[in-house]
């Protein structure tokens, strides 16, 4: 792996230097756009609006538009803006993970710490275990300032990035009715379908099954062949038909 950012972790007046590791990988397939005419390769070019010419990757710089101009931002502009948080990930303190809303996380990276600091990372790991804790910190990764929490996952520790409120939008605009008279025997029965499928949650038992059948049809395209495909009935739950759905789900579960 490749690192993708170098710096360290503050944990008051302890320094830890780290780097992070992308701890995701994509399970979709890779597909190339083409020209459905001849299946030649689309290729993008970046074109100076007023030249039509393609401008080489050198000769292309940033810009904010300020009223009818623009002001061209550097690299140095980037971390002059918060030249602590481009080298360091502060944690600011330490919150529950449960406190912390799963629309909120984006992405996770692995830490690993600089081998004169293995002590260190290994005693905030460890504290963090004991704790139930994760830390909360701001950093600078490709030029945009990030939450973040730090926390433990099996043996080592863990960033990963966490949106801010203010990237979250509004739901009122969403035409959801408040009251919608739930019997208690619809509430009921709803509590005993979760419980009969409750279970220890295993992430090793789910697959990518999409791009599994995606590849498969690929695959038999290439060979002159196109699977049978089942089509989906689409039923609409109602008011009327929402109990006798939810008993009928509750004996079909029972009977798997």
Known sequence: MRAIWRGSIGFGLVSIPIKLYSAVQTSSLDLDMLDSRDHSRIRYQRVNEQTHKEVPYDKIVKGF??????????????????????????????????????????????????????KAYALLLKAMVKSGKVGLARFVLRNTESLCIVHPSDNILVVTRIRFAQEIRSTDELN??????????????????????????????????????LINII?????????????????????????????????TKKGA
């Open 176 to 213: 959801i009715a408040d009251d919608v008279g739930i019997t208690k025997k619809e509430l009921d029965v709803g509590l005993a379908l979760i419980k009969q499928y409750t279970e220890h949650f295993d992430i090793s038992k789910f697959k990518d099954e999409y791009s599994n059948e």
């Open 219 to 251: 695959k038999a395209k290439a060979k002159g062949k196109r699977p049978t495909i089942k089509k989906l009935k689409p039923h609409k739950t109602t008011s009327d038909d929402l109990y006798e759905q939810l008993m009928e789900s509750l004996q």
């Open 65 to 118: 538009k300020l009223k009818d101009d623009y002001v061209i931002v550097e690299e140095g502009d980037f971390a002059d803006a918060a030249p602590e948080k481009s080298k360091v990930i502060e944690i600011e303190n330490f919150v529950d993970i449960a406190d912390i809303d799963l629309m909120y996380y984006e992405t996770s990276y692995y830490i690993e710490p600089d081998i004169s600091t293995n």
